[in-house]
């Protein structure tokens, strides 16, 4: 096809299968990446657990990514400093894993667009938007849900976002593939 044809309402569907499922130490894990994550000093972190077991039957690569991408989205809302808490709970049947800034807030016109695909309110050049879409992707695949709390209006409290990611915990049932359908002008 020439590259000058454009396709107007070009659709692609990404299946993202069953992510390859193994043991986990969720802890060492989420840990691990938040010790890693750039920030400046700035920002000050903060990492709770509260889970007697920190075994977990997960695709680690794919929640570390979502985790990650989670976190750096955190940093980024805090342009002046701040604080970034990440906790690690759980029971026999779930972990729960949050990610609390206490940055400049999402604005409530946004929050039912955080995981359109190519939705970004950075600058052009600076956000793909997939971030946030694929890290719901991965929880998704692994039959888990994401959930977003957020206030930019500081005239109704303390701006920030909390991010809690909930996860079964042991061998869940078989789950179907996911789709991801991305809309395009190309």
């Known amino acids: 096809m020439d590259q000058n044809t454009s396709r107007p309402h070009d659709t692609r569907v990404f299946t993202l299968e069953s992510p390859p499922l193994r043991w986990t130490d969720i802890v060492s894990l989420i840990e691990g990446l938040t010790r890693a994550?750039?920030?400046p000093d700035t920002i000050r972190v903060s990492i709770e657990t509260e889970i007697s077991d920190p075994m977990a039957w997960i695709d680690?690569?794919?929640i570390?990514?979502?985790?990650?991408?989670?976190?750096?989205n955190a940093v980024e809302a805090m342009p002046e400093g701040g604080t970034l808490d990440v906790g690690i709970f759980g029971d026999e049947r779930q972990v729960v894993i949050t990610v609390k800034?206490?940055?400049t807030g999402i604005t409530q016109e946004h929050m039912d667009k955080?995981?359109?695909p190519f939705f970004?309110?950075?600058p052009v050049g600076e956000g793909l938007g997939l971030g946030l879409p694929t890290a719901y992707a991965a929880i998704k695949a692994h039959g888990g849900?994401?959930?977003v709390e957020s206030n930019a209006d500081p005239s109704r409290g303390p701006t920030g976002t909390i991010v809690r990611i909930t996860l079964p915990r042991g061998e869940p049932v078989k789950s179907e593939?996911?789709?991801?359908?991305?809309?395009?002008?190309e």
Do not use: P, Q, Y
């Open 101 to 103: 800034d206490t940055g």
């Open 64 to 72: 570390g990514a979502a985790f990650a991408n989670l976190a750096a």
């Open 60 to 62: 680690g690569e794919r």
């Open 37 to 39: 994550l750039e920030r």
């Open 145 to 147: 849900a994401i959930a």
């Open 120 to 122: 970004t309110t950075k």
């Open 114 to 116: 955080l995981f359109t």
């Open 177 to 185: 593939s996911t789709r991801l359908i991305v809309h395009g002008d």
